[in-house]
């Protein structure tokens, strides 16, 4: 730790922190009087993450608990974490790391993610991640586009960079591989680290490529403090305290792990815990929730999905808190998890492009169906779409006269897209809401995913919020379909659950549901069964569903393996 952690900007940090602590369970208090620290220069990893690594007693506690799938682990503390993270910038500089440079990482569930996060921001680096996942044309652009000048990557990977052309150092975790610095070699440096100089608040620390549900990925530009400090909101949301054992479900290379797996809980002082399977296996996970004493829990909707079809109750002593991000959780969900744990999952509300926005923090009521209200620091307004007046329903913006520390720079090197987005004087997320008398969000959808039938305005996650009710629905996805009489009607793309056969029996069940569940004029009129496309990140892909309605229809007939609710005579007389 350097002396800068007595300086003005670490005091702000620390007291802003203090502050959403002691007004974890008064939101009205904690949005009232919250402000954003004001910062100058300011190094989270040095003058926060050491200083929870140099004193008592969060020195000794465990900042990082890696389990493995055969039950292997791995436990440091924040003391431990500091030095190691020291002796990886120490090495990085060596290898040639300095201010400014851009680094490629593409790690697992490893504790070297964690070292080189620390490490890079203590250097001043910036940060691309990317997950395992990606391939190699995928990485020559983000090599390309993102102007990388290093890349850390697992050895069982190198391969994937034979074809990426470019001048960029080469870093290995793991085996050595022939051309590759051997990361392990860190290891020898000292455990202490100078900085070569202050590092302004405003320096670029990450660089996000979103996951392009509709286009091309976009670079997310985040600094030293819209990330490290910004996620004060996560915190907040989460209701992470000292202490804490936090598990979140996330894969590196997304915005949503640093969120719940880095800046969040170490924010708070409370330990990452981390399960790593092979397969996902709803008992071994919640075994070893149970062993570790898991206090806080996030996962996305997939996962809350999986875990509904398996006994909730082995689960002994269920977590304090259990939160919910990446899409809207389904009201199914949250019944089930409520009957089993007694807790209610809180779902939060925010981007790439920012830290939480929206959410139900702990002690606030929570509406059913909701997301929440704003976290302290974001000026939350709903804009109509047509008019651009504000009011309760629209899309949901940032105002920018009181711009929130969490909010991104900008698009990098996208001017256009930039102003687009930050146009009128608030920033425009794209995802359109309604808000109630007391001041609750609810989530209607993407702006481009909203549509019309019958002059009807759908939200398709109302009307997928009530497919997944029936049982032999996993994933739902509601999409228009051309229609000559209509315009266009709702269409559910369906993967079945686990047990059930995607048949004509099937879908005339689905069908009856929704029609006994939904008005008229909402009813789904189509159903196809099917895996549902995706992004890399796990996020529907409603575009490329959406392009399939309109080619298949482009003749006015139907598309192959659709069922119609004029095809049930069944369902003529409800």
Known sequence: MTDASTSASFDAFVEAREFLLTHRDDYDRAVQDFRWPALTDFNWALEWFDHLGAELPSADRPALWIVEEDGSELRLTFAEMSWRSNQVANWLRRQGVNRGDRIVLMLGNQVELWETILAAMKLGAVLIPATTLLGSADLADRIHRGNASFVIARSDDADKFAAVEGSYGRIAVGDPVDGWEHYGQAYHEYSWFEADGPTPATDTLLLYFTSGTTAEPKLVEHTHGSYPVGHLSTMYWIGLEPGDVHLNISSPGWAKHA???????????ATVMIYNYSRFDAAALLAQMDRCGVTSFCAPPTVWRML???????????????????EPLN???IEQVEKAWGKTIRDGFGQTETTV???????????????GRPMPGYPVALVDLATGELGDEGEICLDLTARPLGLMVGYRDDEDRTVEVMRGGYYHTGDVGSRDEDGYITYVGRS??????????????????????????????????????????????????????AS????????RHARETLAPYKRIRRLEFG????????????????GREEEAHAAGGAAGGEYRDDDFPELRSS
């Open 331 to 333: 009201p199914e969900v």
């Open 259 to 269: 969120w719940s797996n880095v800046f969040a809980p170490w924010i708070a002082g």
């Open 504 to 511: 004509r029996d099937t879908a005339l069940s689905i069908l």
């Open 308 to 326: 509904i079809q398996s006994d909730l109750s082995a689960l002994g002593t269920p977590p304090s808190k259990v939160v919910g991000a990446g």
């Open 448 to 501: 481009d995913d909203v549509f019309k039938a019958s002059d009807y305005r759908i939200s398709p996650f109302e009307l997928e919020s009530v497919l997944i009710e029936h049982d032999a629905v996993a994933e739902a996805a509601v999409v228009p379909s051309p229609d000559p009489v209509r315009l266009a009607v709702p269409k559910a793309y369906v993967t079945v659950a686990v047990g059930h056969q």
């Open 531 to 546: 895996e549902l496309p995706k992004t890399i990140s796990g996020k529907i892909r409603r575009v490329e569903l959406r």
């Open 357 to 371: 926005q929206v959410a139900n923090p702990p002690g606030a009521r929570v509406v059913p169906g909701s997301m």
